[in-house]
């Protein structure tokens, strides 16, 4: 096995068994999107868990079917393979320690699709995730108060400037989001064997209601841990972590909500 453990990531030391990671068999391991802090926070870990298997939100199944252990040496020529540039994911520096940290591991994808997505305009999110929608309940609706708690989340992360009525298709379009996750990581368990390493936001990872939740719906028996990062003066992320961090420094985004009153 080659060694790529980047110096920054050992600037992070702590101790890995006091923080409770190292004995699960699946790591949902969140992030604020656009924080380098974090990435390099979940390179460490990955780098120290060796995980079989990184589940990636970024990326769909066909692409990361394309990540292989010669790309991994070259972050341009990975890049590239990936289509990166054209993701809309913050620059691909900030997640390249991560394949780095993992070139032995198998890596995942479990984006959901743009034509997925469209389609919850006119489908249900059990018929258009498939044969499976059960082991992950999306054949059922969500209890009122959590659908009231998510459409308040997505009219607020959209400046409180989408219409009401689009507001349950937002919501299930995360459902979606959720339930592929959860069974792209169940996949990637039942294929390697584990450990399992999953890279996505912080929305995703929470226990509550997440794909951490859906995952652990689908196999009750698997030892999950899920860790939420925040970033210093900002709220930490809500969703009923094993374990949150708020030690970053905040990125400066401005007025995330400008370009909606320039429209």
């Known amino acids: 096995m080659r060694n790529f453990i980047f110096p920054c990531l050992m600037a992070f030391a702590s101790s890995a068994a006091a923080e409770g990671y190292t004995d699960a068999d699946v790591l949902f391991l ?12 979940q390179a460490r870990i990955v780098a ?50 991560i394949f780095a940290a993992s070139p032995d591991a ?13 389609a919850v305009m006119g489908q249900g999110v059990a018929e258009i995730f ?5 082991v992950f309940g999306l054949d059922a609706p969500l209890a009122k108060d959590q659908q009231a ?42 294929e390697t064997g584990g450990p399992v ?10 226990k509550d209601w997440g794909a951490t939740y ?4 689908a196999a009750p028996d698997v030892s999950v841990f899920a860790l939420g990062q925040g970033e210093v003066g900002r709220s930490p992320p809500e969703g009923g972590f094993d374990l949150i961090e708020a030690v970053a420094s905040a990125v400066d985004r401005g007025d995330p909500c400008d370009a909606f009153r320039k429209n």
């Open 106 to 118: 198998r890596h995942f994808g479990a984006q959901l699709s743009r034509e997925e997505a469209r």
């Open 197 to 206: 390493v999953v890279i996505t936001g912080n929305g995703h990872a929470r």
């Open 48 to 97: 120290e868990v060796q995980p079989t298997a990184v589940v990636w939100e970024m990326l769909g199944p066909e692409a990361a079917a394309k990540v292989a252990p010669e790309l991994i040496d070259n972050v341009a020529a990975l890049s590239v393979a990936l289509s990166w540039s054209d993701s809309g994911w913050p620059d691909f520096s900030m997640y390249y320690p």
């Open 30 to 41: 969140g992030e604020v999107h656009d924080n380098p802090a974090h990435h390099l926070r």
């Open 149 to 190: 708690q998510r459409e308040a989340l997505q009219m607020a992360a959209h400046c409180d400037a989408l219409p009401f009525e689009m507001l349950p298709i937002m919501v299930d379009i995360q459902r979606l989001r959720d339930a592929e996750l959860a069974a792209a990581t169940l996949s990637a368990l039942q």
């Open 214 to 217: 859906l995952f652990l719906q």
């Open 130 to 134: 498939g044969a499976d929608a059960a």
